[in-house]
C-alpha cells in the first residue's frame, strides 16, 4: 500500500506480505496534477500488495505557483532598491551642487551689483531651477516607491498567512529533499518489465524531419545537458543546451563541431561522452564533450552500414547505440546471421563487445529499438499506428511478442531511445522533439 501527499511529501509503504508488486509510471513531465499521485491500491488474487503511482519530475517545487509569486516579488523589491539607490545617487549630487552655489547666494549683495555682474551671478544660478524639479520629481517617485512597497507588505502578509508557521524556503527545501530521496528510492527499486507507454508530451519542435536529441543517460548523473543533431546523413554539428529549459527555448547553448561525421540517429550520451557511428563505416566513436575531442575509435566488426540493415524507415540506421540501467549497448545486424537483430553490451572505455545474442527478429521489419533493464523493445514500424511488438530478454536469452500500443503523433519516427535517468522514452518525431513517460512492472522481494 502506498500513500503520496503534496505538498510536504509522505512516502508510506505498507507490506502486508513478504512479497510487494508495484507498477511505477515515472513521470519525466507529468500533467496538469503533478506530482506522487495514486492510481491503484489493491490485492492480486495471491494476496499480494498491487500498486499503481505516478513519480514526479525532479524540482517539482519550482514550479510551485507560490514560488513564482515570490521570486516576482523579489524582483520588484530589486526593482524598488534600485530606484531609491539611484534617486539617492541624484539627491547626493545635487546637495553638492547646491552647497557649491551657497557662496553666491551668502557672500554677495545683488543690490550693490552692476546688471552685467548680477547677470552673470543669475546664470550661474539657474541651474537651480533645473535641481528645485528634480527634487519635486524625486519626491513624487518616493511616493510611488512608498506605495509600492506597502502593496507588497500586503501580499507578503497573505503569503505567509497561506503558507503558515513555516518558512517558505525552508519548505521548498525540506520538500526538494525529500522529492530527492523518493527519486533515489525508485533506482532502487530495481529494474521492471515495460507495461505501458505514455501518451506524447511534445517538447519542442526544430530541425528537420530526421535527427536525435538526448541527455545524459549514465546513473547516477546530476548532468543536465541536453544535446540534439540534426539530421541522418555525414552531420557534424552538435548543439549542447545547459537545461531542458534552454533547450525548449533555443538559449544558452554552445556547438560542438564533430572531427568525424556521423551516420544515422543512434546516438547515445553515456557518462559525458558521444558515443556515435562513424559515416559510411562500422567504426564507432566516443567523442568527449568537455575536453572537445576524439577519445577512442573501434569497429564493430561484421556490423553493416551505410543503410545494408537500416531500420524501416532507412535513414543509414544500420547502427544503434543505446544505455540503460545496466550499462552501453549496440543493435545492429550483419550478413552471418541473415539480417536478424543482433545486440551486444559494449564496455564503454574501450568500445569491446563483452557478450552478444542473436535475437532473431528481422532488422528491416522494425521501426526502431530500445533497451530498457537489459531487455530489448522493438517496435513493429516508425509510422502511425506503431506499437511495441517484440521484446528480447538478455538475463535470460529468451523474446516474447508484445503489443504495448503507443501514440505516433506525427507519424514518422526516425529516433527512439530510454533514458534509465528519467525513464522516460526521448523520440525525433518528423521535426518534433518528443517524450514518453513508460510504466513498469517492478517485482520487490522483502527480507521478512
Not at 550520451?269 to 564533450?289: D, E, P, R, T
Not at 568500445?351 to 531487455?375: H, N, V, Y
Amino acid at each position: 500500500f502506498v500513500l503520496i501527499t503534496l505538498p510536504l511529501v509522505l512516502l508510506l509503504l505498507l507490506i502486508y506480505t513478504c512479497v510487494c508488486v508495484c507498477v511505477f509510471v515515472q513521470g519525466l513531465y507529468p500533467g496538469s496534477e503533478e506530482g506522487w499521485q495514486v492510481y491503484s491500491t489493491a490485492s492480486d488474487p495471491d494476496g499480494r500488495c498491487v500498486c499503481t503511482v505516478v513519480a514526479p519530475a525532479r524540482n517539482l517545487c519550482k514550479r510551485d505557483p507560490r514560488n513564482q509569486q515570490l521570486r516576482l516579488l523579489t524582483e520588484q523589491v530589486q526593482n524598488v532598491s534600485q530606484s531609491m539607490e539611484v534617486v539617492h545617487l541624484r539627491t547626493s549630487r545635487d546637495l553638492q551642487y547646491v552647497r557649491d552655489s551657497e557662496p553666491l547666494l551668502r557672500g554677495k549683495n545683488f543690490a550693490n551689483n552692476g546688471v552685467s555682474e548680477l547677470k552673470g551671478q543669475m546664470s550661474q544660478l539657474r541651474p537651480l531651477l533645473s535641481v528645485v524639479e528634480q527634487y519635486r520629481l524625486d519626491l513624487q517617485m518616493l511616493a510611488t516607491l512608498r506605495m509600492e512597497l506597502l502593496n507588497l507588505s500586503i501580499i507578503l502578509t497573505a503569503i505567509q498567512e497561506e503558507v503558515g508557521a513555516y518558512d517558505y524556503e525552508e519548505l521548498q527545501q525540506r520538500v526538494l529533499l525529500l522529492e530527492t530521496r523518493l527519486h533515489s528510492c525508485m533506482n532502487k527499486l530495481g529494474c521492471g518489465r515495460l507495461t505501458a507507454v505514455s501518451n506524447p508530451i511534445t517538447v519542442k519542435s526544430s530541425g528537420s524531419r530526421f535527427g536525435s536529441w538526448m541527455t545524459d543517460a549514465m546513473i547516477p548523473s546530476s548532468d543536465s545537458r541536453v544535446w540534439s543533431m540534426d539530421g541522418y546523413y555525414k552531420g557534424r554539428r552538435v548543439l549542447e543546451y545547459r537545461t531542458m529549459g534552454d533547450f525548449t527555448k533555443g538559449q544558452n547553448f554552445v556547438q560542438h563541431l564533430l572531427p568525424h561525421p556521423w551516420a544515422g540517429t543512434g546516438h547515445v550520451v553515456y557518462n559525458g561522452s558521444l558515443y556515435y557511428n562513424k559515416h559510411q563505416s562500422n567504426i564507432l566513436v566516443q567523442y568527449h564533450f568537455r575536453s572537445r575531442s576524439v577519445l577512442l575509435q573501434r569497429s564493430l566488426s561484421g556490423a553493416g552500414y551505410n543503410n545494408t540493415f537500416p531500420y524501416s524507415w532507412g535513414g543509414s540506421s544500420d547502427i544503434d547505440l543505446m544505455a540503460d540501467e545496466t550499462g552501453l549497448w549496440a543493435v545492429y545486424t550483419s550478413i552471418p546471421n541473415a539480417g536478424n537483430i543482433m545486440v551486444s553490451r559494449l564496455d564503454p572505455r574501450s568500445l569491446e563487445i563483452l557478450q552478444s545474442w542473436d535475437t532473431g527478429f528481422p532488422k528491416r521489419s522494425a521501426g526502431e529499438a530500445f533497451m530498457i533493464c537489459g531487455t530489448l523493445y522493438v517496435t513493429n514500424s516508425h509510422l502511425a499506428g506503431a506499437k511495441v511488438h517484440f521484446a528480447y530478454n538478455t538475463n535470460t536469452s529468451t523474446y516474447e511478442y508484445t503489443d504495448i500500443p503507443f501514440h505516433n503523433q506525427y507519424s514518422h519516427i526516425s529516433m527512439m531511445d530510454y533514458n534509465p535517468r528519467e525513464r522516460a522514452l526521448y523520440t525525433w518525431n518528423n521535426g518534433h522533439q518528443v517524450l514518453y513517460n513508460v510504466t513498469l512492472f517492478h517485482v520487490i522481494q522483502s527480507d521478512g
